[in-house]
């Protein structure tokens, strides 16, 4: 008996047709070890996949396919560009469920998450196909009446993209997109946490959209072996760029090793986020904004808000509202729609916050909801009254976390969030919109936002850090870190040299 068509609407996600094999030059591989590692979901703890272990001498086949791509793609004219970033656009869409199941199982994020990632994802495409007739140069004045003087841009060669767990399918496909809408060809080490969301996929939809062989690869690799990866990287000259995403501690090693080897690097990194709760701020607005700007995908989100600096006449308030909100927050099966607060991603995220959370307690913190978990699953967990040398009080951690602190004035508040060393993200709350931007400039961060949150995410506009929260900038500019500009002139008469 022919079965009925299920409604695209009602019919539950496919599963997902996972690749799980090395992507080189066009191909899908064993690892040249052949060996493979098992992936877990974070809520089940069963395994999601079972990867390709890739190794050194796979990576510099990655690199040597990706050298030899790209002096034609480099070539490719706008329009070919133009039509296989839309063309990716379009597979995009055409996978969005089994790509949405896939980011829920490989990383534990909410099925709201992973559906508005794939939007997301889109968008990115569609730039990357509009910034293919972007112009790529200026023409200057020059002194020398027949001197034609131009500046071009071109891209750097073959960029080595290192992409993070966490940002499910967006901070992988940025640190693609950028750097081939620029010019260059790609190999991805995606993080082993996400190999298959991290990297595979990004392979698999471009390679349906029909890019060439080589333009981009990936090499995914077992828990605690990224080093010999890393080292084919540096080692080879036609690697131009180190591309990372990720924490402070592996970016300053990688940055490191990056100024060793005079390779150009770009580093996404983390930070210490705060939000400034000033003294005529909407109490309620700003409470519920702080929870789900702390809570959003178990606050393991390099934009989560890690701390509130709240004026001390409302603090009482917000605690209280902010309380209120976060026990609301449905928590657990990240399948389930309703869902906001899921799993963290491994049992040495869970440690480490269960850690950092009894550090607090002990030298005199309280924590007044949360703090427990079930399975990975933590509860939305708010602090107070944590000492400034608690490491939850300056350092991030990955984890639905959130101290709150009161001040006396703007001055404090400021002090305390420019006080981290760190640069990536803050965000004021205020019922004058003009005091907001005020203080809101004397933060020291790569993006800042009155009134609204730190997750804020548009997809043109650049988001990156200062200080100790790296460099690099997501949008159009972005081409700008991967490409070099270089001055040419064509003289046409004949000049003196002096
Ligand atoms: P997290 O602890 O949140 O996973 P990491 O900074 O360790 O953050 O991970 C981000 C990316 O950096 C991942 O792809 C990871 O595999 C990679 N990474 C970690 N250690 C190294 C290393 N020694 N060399 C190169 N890449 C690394």
């Not at 004397?442 to 043109?460: F, Y």
Request: charged share 20%; proline share 6%; aromatic share 6%.
């Amino acid at each position: 008996m022919a079965t009925e068509p299920t409604s695209p609407d009602t019919a539950p996600a496919a599963a997902p047709a996972l690749p799980n094999k090395l992507f080189i030059d066009g191909e899908w591989r064993e690892a040249a070890g052949g060996r493979t590692f098992a992936v877990l979901d974070p809520y089940t703890r069963e395994t999601f996949a079972e990867v390709a272990a890739g190794g050194k001498e796979d990576a510099q086949a990655a690199i040597a396919a990706a050298a030899k791509a790209f002096e034609e793609w480099a070539a490719t004219p706008p329009e070919a560009k133009r039509r296989l970033f839309q063309r990716a656009a379009d597979v995009v869409d055409r996978r969005r469920k089994e790509t949405a199941a896939a980011l829920v199982a490989e990383t534990g994020c909410s099925a709201g998450f992973a559906e508005h990632m794939q939007d997301g994802v889109q968008v990115n495409l569609h730039h990357a196909a509009a910034w293919a007739y972007e112009p790529r140069g200026q023409v200057l004045q020059s002194n020398y009446a027949n001197t034609y003087s131009t500046a071009v841009r071109r891209p750097l060669g073959v960029v080595a993209s290192i992409t993070p767990w966490n940002g499910g399918s967006i901070l992988p496909w940025r640190s693609v997109l950028s750097p081939l809408a620029a010019g260059n060809t790609v190999v991805v080490k995606p993080s082993e946490e996400s190999p298959v969301t991290a990297g595979l996929l990004v392979a698999s939809a471009l390679e349906e959209a029909g890019f060439p062989a080589g333009v981009v690869n990936v090499v995914p690799h077992a828990p605690g072996e990224a080093g010999p990866i890393a080292d084919a990287f540096y080692e080879s000259d036609a690697v131009r760029c180190i591309n990372f995403i990720g924490s402070v501690p592996t970016g300053r090693m990688l940055a490191e090793r990056a100024g060793r080897t005079l390779k150009r690097s770009v580093m996404e990194l983390g930070g210490f986020n705060q939000l400034l709760v000033l003294d005529d701020a909407d109490v309620g607005y700003a409470a519920v904004m702080g929870s789900l700007s702390a809570f959003f995908h178990q606050g393991q989100v390099c934009l989560n808000v890690r701390k509130a600096l709240v004026a001390r006449p409302l603090y009482d308030a917000f605690v209280e509202a902010l309380v209120a909100h976060a026990k609301t927050l449905p928590t657990g099966d990240p399948r389930d729609p309703a869902t906001i607060v899921g799993p963290l991603i491994n049992e040495r995220a869970l440690e480490m916050a269960q850690q950092r959370v009894q550090e607090a307690v002990d030298k005199g913190a309280r924590v007044l909801t949360g703090g427990g978990h079930d399975g990975l699953v933590m509860e939305p967990t708010v602090l107070v009254d944590v000492p400034d040398d608690a490491t939850i009080a300056y350092e991030e951690t990955f984890a639905p976390l959130l101290v709150v602190r009161a001040v006396d004035d703007d001055e404090e508040a400021l002090r305390i969030a420019n006080g981290t060393g760190y640069g990536l993200t803050g965000a004021v709350v205020s019922g004058d919109r003009y005091r907001g931007f005020e203080v809101a400039q004397r933060m020291q961060a790569g993006s800042v936002h009155v009134n609204t949150s730190t997750l804020n995410d548009e997809l043109h506009a650049p988001i990156g850090g200062v200080r100790d929260s790296g460099w690099g900038r997501s949008g159009p500019q972005s081409i700008d870190d991967f490409s070099d500009v270089i001055w040419l002139t064509v003289e046409g008469g004949r000049r003196p040299i002096w």
